[in-house]
């Protein structure tokens, strides 16, 4: 029998900006069950969101306009990405992945 998806499969992560400290995402080194949905929502503020490595789920990168979602299912392997954040329709470098899941890093899976 299949595993009913509910929303505990589901991860928010919140793009939040403020003039002082530009754009951040709340929890900021999330981590995601694998099979489950990583959810990125913006505030006030549209905001680009890069990936590092392009290859995974999350892709290259997810625009996203103010007030907006996308769900992202993360897939049933075990990796991580980087990611970084800037203006909506702008591009900008993540970097690598790193052990230990530091700030800038999202991890699926164990």
């Given amino acids: 029998m299949a595993h009913a998806k509910d ?20 929890p900021a080194s999330p981590n995601i069950a694998k099979g489950g949905t990583a959810q990125i929502k913006t505030s006030s503020q549209a905001a680009t969101i890069c990936f590092n490595p392009p290859t995974t789920p999350f892709g290259a990168s997810q625009s996203l306009q103010a007030h907006s979602s996308v769900d992202i299912p993360v897939g049933s392997t075990d990796y991580s990405v980087g990611y970084c954040i800037t203006n909506y329709g702008s591009t900008c470098t ?16 164990s």
């Fill in 7 to 26: 929303a505990a499969d589901t991860v928010p992560m919140n793009i939040n900006y403020n003039t002082s400290n530009g754009y951040s995402l709340s």
């Fill in 94 to 109: 993540a970097p690598p992945p790193t052990t230990g899941v530091p700030s800038g890093t999202i991890k699926v899976g």
